[in-house]
């Protein structure tokens, strides 16, 4: 029987390419007295290539930005403060998140959440979304003094909501910080699909979350039976 439903943050419930769109537009057009100097389509493009996808911290990516667009006025440290305070108004959810959490809490399935990040950050987008109110546990990289792929802090979720990895299933993007290190901790892993990459060896491949209350009727139907 399938118990619980553990998802990933970034490119799983957050629409972070599309939001990182958003932000650095809004970013451009509000602190455009000191931005004015570079076009504003050429400041989007560089910051998503800097970015990469949020795998490089954005200290780096705003000092790179200053020294290269000679940017004067304000220094690398304030844009990154802009991001840490402003991002979280720019957050956009993937389709059909609140309806697929609420089909899934209707179930009886408890909800967990694991992301890697900083603490307070990721928590505001998380209360951005409105989806706080869902999970009886939300793990944090920075504030758990562990990270994905390690398997301690998926050990740390299944305990805090009092179930085995075989009643449990993870959601998430990324092939190996996700997928293959909840299977290696004994949990069902539903693959996002992500088109960064492919040939992923999930249990399940999902485009859209509404496919997860059927893959949680599946598992649980197939458990029965046997």
Request: net charge neutral; glycine share 4%; with cysteine.
């Amino acid at each position: 029987m399938i118990r619980a439903v553990v998802f990933d943050l970034d490119g799983t419930l957050l629409n972070r390419d599309a939001s990182i769109k958003v932000f650095i537009e809004k970013q451009y057009q509000r602190l455009n007295k000191w931005l004015n100097h570079i076009p504003k389509d050429k400041y989007i493009t560089r910051f998503i290539e800097l970015d990469n996808r949020g795998y490089v911290w954005k200290d780096k990516v705003y000092q790179h930005l200053v020294d290269e667009f000679d940017i004067t006025g304000l220094t690398g440290d304030e844009l990154l403060q802009d991001y840490i305070s402003q991002f979280k108004e720019s957050c956009v959810p993937f389709p059909n998140l609140i309806s697929t959490l609420e089909k899934l809490i209707n179930k009886n399935i408890v909800l967990g959440m694991i992301t890697n990040g900083k603490g307070q950050f990721q928590m505001d987008n998380v209360k951005a979304l409105g989806i706080e109110k869902y999970f009886k546990t939300i793990l944090i990289s920075e504030w758990e003094g562990t990270k994905k792929p390690e398997p301690q802090i998926f050990q740390t979720a299944l305990d805090k909501l009092n179930v085995l990895p075989s009643e449990s299933i993870f959601v998430g993007d990324h092939p190996e910080k996700d997928v293959k290190a909840a299977q290696n901790v004994g949990m069902k892993c539903v693959w996002k699909r992500d088109y960064q990459w492919d040939n992923v060896k999930a249990d399940f491949i999902v485009e859209d979350l509404k496919e997860l209350p059927l893959i949680v009727d599946k598992l649980s139907h197939n458990i029965k039976s046997c």
